[in-house]
């Protein structure tokens, strides 16, 4: 049998902690012996009787002889005292830890008895778990899973030391977390220490008072969730906010600060200030949980989602509305953040890419209403008034937010550094960092190979500049004109083709002045917006899913209603009337300065493969992984060149779709600016195309959305491995497409 981690664990005080530690040594056979000393003999008889230690001693000076693990279990304040005592006896290579909530303090009297060189095994720890319950029968082996656990190593902590309590901790199937001392003591004074200090103060001002009985007797939930930790033991927190003294105080200043400040909102009834707080504040509690399960998806591309669509009889068929479109909605909060007034945005896209745009400018002190049923009311800064983010903005999946924002951010007064996810990490910035440092910018990209982070410094004196854009982006067209509002004299960017227009309508919108002369776009800086209403037309991308669905699918009728039209976004119906589909664009009309229009489709012949003409490409870019499921279905074959672009989007989308369509039994060849797709299709036969299979979506919601459409014409159940990213932009896409009559089982 391999060697236990240690030949004999001392453990000091054997309550609630300390008893549970033990479990987990005994359970998994971590330890030949362990043993305990307690000032209660009856807590080692019954720790002796539990199985939980083979010998108890009433002095710590004999528990500790030989062992090789000390565990400091006892009340924090006791730690100078006990180590005094026991140091004489602690063998030179012993592993000496402790569970203390406060870290500073037992370094502090560790250093009192040692001097300045401590033990090389000294390692303070503080597993972050409790219960209501205290004592050695409260102890329970799964007290620390799934909890963290901190390890504050100190400058003379050797590494194999540390490492022993990594193997211990995560034996406890604990997360374990190395931290600085003093970082430890800050994060916990204002995660842990500053909340039960407020909910003890609070209830004590409320018991102070002479109807308290009343106060407390129609105290409704709200008091109950807030004032549950006053419940807990007073000596402890005693203890705790004396041993972090100085954080606990700078917590409690930074909370009077606040207060002053939501005083001040109330006293003048300020009512959009007040708004933009409690909006920005609700936004950050509904988005904690939310942000600490993206971190891993961001830093190990943990996969969390699945769907499941089962091959069967289908019929495709209703009318919908689809969610709001994603430009638009990026662009609506961008811009009515920096005008001056109020914008009142209706059928906003409650995705996450929209929404980290509004977040981001939240963190940038606008004051937001909603969204609420696709409404939201901003209330705009005006061109200078944006104010520094106190961390770094979190972009998501968003390459939209990324690109413009590094355009506007280029240009304030303040530096800002802007994150994203695994996907988004993996995006090149440089194409729009490159022309803003033209102008002046001080515009870094952080990754590998100018990948992002990005990282600004603010410079107000850019200057305007004639840039003649190398690819059809509106991204990168977008982000240098947003820049130019604020840039000396003109800005123009010139396009090799035209690319979707939404920043130049919707600037015109807000009152600015945007020229297009051909290809070429150009403001001058220094005007500014004036707020307006926005009314979102329904995304085009998003109903390309349900128009290649209904398309594919034997006696489907799909009627999409007030879908944007512009003409900039349509060459996915322009392409798909070339493939034969039977579609028609209904009542056209103008809403919200974007024409739209109801589009109905039908599945009534099979659609034939087409050589895409490549002017369509910018028009449909974001529309080839649903199309390449079309031409899959079409007779014939399907070439499509001058679309490298979809090399960069959220996923390498030619070879993404390639290996996808492959495993489902497609024969295509990818090309480096295009693809060959052979389709399977014969005219009048509505049989399965696809042979189902396992296909991963690389954290790309159209690759995602694309091969669930296929759905609609295969043979064997199709598993789409990493499809979280679907709420990106169609938030009820499973939704509708299951109403609609495709299949679709969501697993996490
Ligand atoms: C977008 C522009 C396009 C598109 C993206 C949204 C925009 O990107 O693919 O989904 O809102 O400006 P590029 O500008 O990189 O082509």
Request: charged share 20%; hydrophobic share 45%; aromatic share 6%.
């Amino acid at each position: 049998m391999a060697q236990p981690l240690f030949k004999k664990v001392a453990f000091i005080g054997l309550g609630l902690i300390g008893s549970s530690l033990a479990r987990v040594i005994q359970s998994e056979q971590l330890a030949t012996c362990v043993v305990a000393s307690t000032r209660s003999a009856k807590t080692l008889a019954d720790a002796q009787a539990l199985g939980l230690i083979q010998q108890g001693y009433s002095n710590p000076v004999e528990a500790v002889q030989d062992a090789d693990l000390v565990v400091l279990a006892l009340p924090v304040r006791a730690t100078h005292a006990v180590l005094a005592q026991i140091q004489p006896y602690l063998h030179p290579d012993a592993v000496l830890t402790d569970v203390g909530s406060t870290k500073g303090n037992v370094v502090e009297a560790a250093k009192a008895v040692f001097g300045e060189a401590l033990p090389a095994g000294f390692v303070p720890g503080h597993p972050i778990a409790g219960s209501e319950h205290t004592g050695v029968h409260a102890g329970k082996v799964d007290l620390f899973a799934n909890h963290k656990v901190i390890l504050t190593p100190v400058e003379t902590s050797a590494a194999w030391a540390v490492d022993k309590l990594i193997q211990l901790w995560s034996a406890a199937k604990a997360e374990v977390i190395c931290m600085d001392v003093q970082k430890h003591d800050e994060v916990l004074a204002h995660t842990s220490h500053l909340p039960h200090l407020m909910a003890f103060n609070l209830v004590e001002q409320l018991a102070n008072r002479e109807d308290n009985l009343d106060i407390f007797r129609y105290a409704a939930g709200g008091f109950r969730d807030f004032s549950r930790i006053a419940a807990s033991d007073p000596q402890m927190w005693h203890d705790i906010f004396f041993a972090n003294k100085t954080a606990i105080l700078n917590a409690v200043e930074g909370f009077e600060q606040q207060l002053s400040k939501i005083k001040v909102l109330i006293e003048t009834e300020d009512s959009h200030a007040l708004m933009g707080l409690l909006g920005h504040a609700q936004a950050a509690r509904q988005h904690f949980n939310h942000m600490l399960a993206k971190k891993p998806l961001m830093e190990k591309n943990k996969v969390t989602q699945q769907f499941t669509i089962s091959p069967g009889p289908k019929s495709f068929t209703g009318t919908f509305t689809i969610p709001g479109d994603k430009s638009v909605s990026h662009r609506s909060i961008m811009f009515g953040a920096i005008a001056e007034g109020t914008t009142h945005v209706t059928g906003f896209l409650e995705g996450e890419d929209a929404l980290a745009t509004l977040q981001a400018f939240r963190d940038m002190g606008v004051s937001i209403e909603g969204p609420k049923n696709g409404e939201v009311t901003i209330h705009g800064v005006g061109m200078q008034g944006l104010k520094a983010p106190a961390g770094a903005l979190y972009m998501g999946n968003s390459g939209t937010s990324m690109r413009l924002l590094s355009g506007m951010l280029s240009a304030q007064k303040f530096d800002s550094v802007m994150t994203g996810d695994a996907s988004l990490s993996k995006r090149p910035m440089e194409r729009i960092a490159k022309p803003l440092r033209a102008m002046g910018a001080h515009i870094q990209t952080t990754g590998e190979k100018g990948t992002p982070p990005v990282s600004i410094t603010g410079n107000q004196a850019l200057q305007g500049i004639a840039y003649d854009l190398p690819m059809a982006s509106a991204q990168v067209k977008s982000g240098i004109l947003l820049a130019g509002l604020w840039a000396q004299g003109e800005t123009s960017v010139t396009e090799p083709e035209p690319t979707r227009d939404h920043t130049e309508r919707m600037l015109r919108a807000f009152g600015y002045d945007v020229k297009t002369e051909g290809n070429k776009i150009s403001l001058q800086g220094g005007g500014k917006l004036v707020g307006t209403n926005i009314q979102v037309p329904s995304d085009i991308s998003s109903a390309a899913f349900f128009m290649v669905g209904a398309a594919i699918c034997e006696n489907s009728d799909v009627v999409l209603e007030a879908v944007g039209i512009n003409p900039t976004r349509t060459g996915v119906i322009e392409i798909l009337k070339q493939m034969g589909a039977d579609i028609a664009v209904l009542n056209e009309r103008i809403a919200g300065g974007e024409p739209i229009a109801d589009i109905h489709i039908k599945g009534s012949r099979t659609l034939k493969g087409i050589h895409i003409p490549e002017d369509q490409v910018p028009l449909a870019i974001d529309e080839f992984p649903a199309l390449f499921i079309a031409a899959a279905c079409a007779e014939g074959q399907t070439v499509l060149t001058g679309a490298a672009e979809l090399r960069v989007k959220e996923s390498d989308r030619i070879q993404v779709m390639a290996d996808g369509l492959k495993i489902m039994g497609i024969d295509c060849t990818p090309t480096a600016d295009g693809i060959i797709i052979e389709g399977k299709g014969k005219s009048g036969d509505w049989s399965a195309i696809f042979n189902g299979g396992q296909v991963e979506s690389h954290h790309d919601h159209r690759i995602a959305m694309s091969f669930s459409i296929a759905g609609l014409r295969t043979g064997g159940p199709i598993e789409i491995i990493g499809t979280e990213t679907v709420a990106t932009s169609f938030p009820t896409f499973t939704e509708l497409a299951n109403r609609a009559g495709l299949s679709i089982t969501v697993s996490q």
